[in-house]
């Protein structure tokens, strides 16, 4: 008779022994090369999870599953959850540990293998059509978070809300308003898709490896992109070439985008703005109103 297979713990969620035995059986170390750094205390991911207010009812997208420690406690809530791992050791790894320590969720799990960056849709839960997921919630690689980030806010339409987990200096610029310190271009691109609001700061402690710095967890809440002729790709341009020379003005850091500084003052009095302004000053829709003057021969 074959072995009666081993119970589920009475814990589900991943503690640190725990972690360190699921790498040292896989042969995984975390790497900085792919941002890794797992997380090790269950009152964490379990904390990550009530913020982002994830219900039985959603479909939630994970980036970096790692190990599994924030997945086990999304699919602790009954939702459903489509994981993205570029690690093909990880991503095949994922599956059998739910199975282990969650089984009546192993159902509910869908790991995709392959780089955020790629995915262009998401497969489907068996019998269904593709995963038209409601939240994002991840602990991103730190060293393509804000790439991802809106990357996938670009690509997976149906995201309504989000909560990150982030470098602290990177939620700070994620959440920051136009006229900050912090405000640059991902808090002007990010504000095309969201607003953000920075929230819990996530001491470095929790994590294995532990990192250089702190973490924070930023809420995103999605809304329509502003009302404009303009497209994103046009807006992010402007927005691109504001910050490329962060202490000029807009009439002069956007001469290469206009054609000359002549041009791009123009542009952006043609928008109603002060071209002797700097970009930090402006906001998304700024922005947008700014590309809709732009020459047509530039």
């Known amino acids: 008779m074959s072995p009666e297979p081993a119970a589920p713990p009475a814990d589900p969620l991943l503690g640190p022994a725990d972690i360190r035995t699921l790498a040292g059986a ?7 090369t792919l941002g890794q750094n797992f997380v090790i205390d269950p009152g964490t991911v379990r904390k990550i999870v009530r913020t982002a207010g994830v219900e039985a009812h959603d479909v939630v997208v994970e980036v970096g599953p790692g190990l599994g420690s924030l997945t086990l406690a999304l699919l602790e809530t009954g939702a459903r959850v489509v994981a993205i791992e570029i690690d093909p050791v990880l991503a095949a790894a994922l599956p059998r540990t739910v199975a282990a320590r969650l089984p009546e969720a192993a159902e509910r799990l869908l790991v995709v293998g392959a780089d955020a960056m790629d995915v262009t849709e998401l497969p489907a839960f068996p019998g269904e059509g593709p995963a038209e997921p409601d939240a994002l ?5 730190y060293n393509v978070a804000v790439p991802v980030l809106l990357t996938l806010l670009e690509r997976l339409p149906t995201l309504r809300r989000g909560l990150v987990m982030v470098q602290a200096e990177v939620a700070d610029r994620l959440a920051a308003p136009p006229g900050s310190r912090t405000y640059g271009v991902p808090s002007a691109k990010a504000a095309w898709y969201a607003t953000a609001h920075r929230s819990a700061t ?9 990192p250089n710095v702190d ?3 930023v809420r995103l809440e999605r809304h329509d992109p502003p009302s404009t002729v303009a497209s994103r790709q046009e807006v992010f341009a402007v927005v691109d070439a504001a ?3 962060r202490r000029k003005t807009l009439r002069s850091a956007l001469a290469g985008w206009a ?6 003052g123009a542009a952006v009095t043609a928008a109603g703005l002060d071209p002797t302004l700097r970009g930090e000053r402006l906001g998304i829709v700024d922005f947008a109103r700014i590309a809709e003057h732009r020459p047509e021969d530039a």
């Open 259 to 264: 054609g000359s500084a002549e041009r791009a």
């Open 137 to 141: 919630v991840a602990n991103l690689p």
């Open 215 to 217: 973490s924070a967890l």
């Open 26 to 32: 896989l042969g995984i170390r975390p790497t900085k």
């Open 243 to 245: 910050f490329s020379q």
């Open 202 to 210: 996530i001491g470095r402690t929790v994590f294995w490896p532990v």
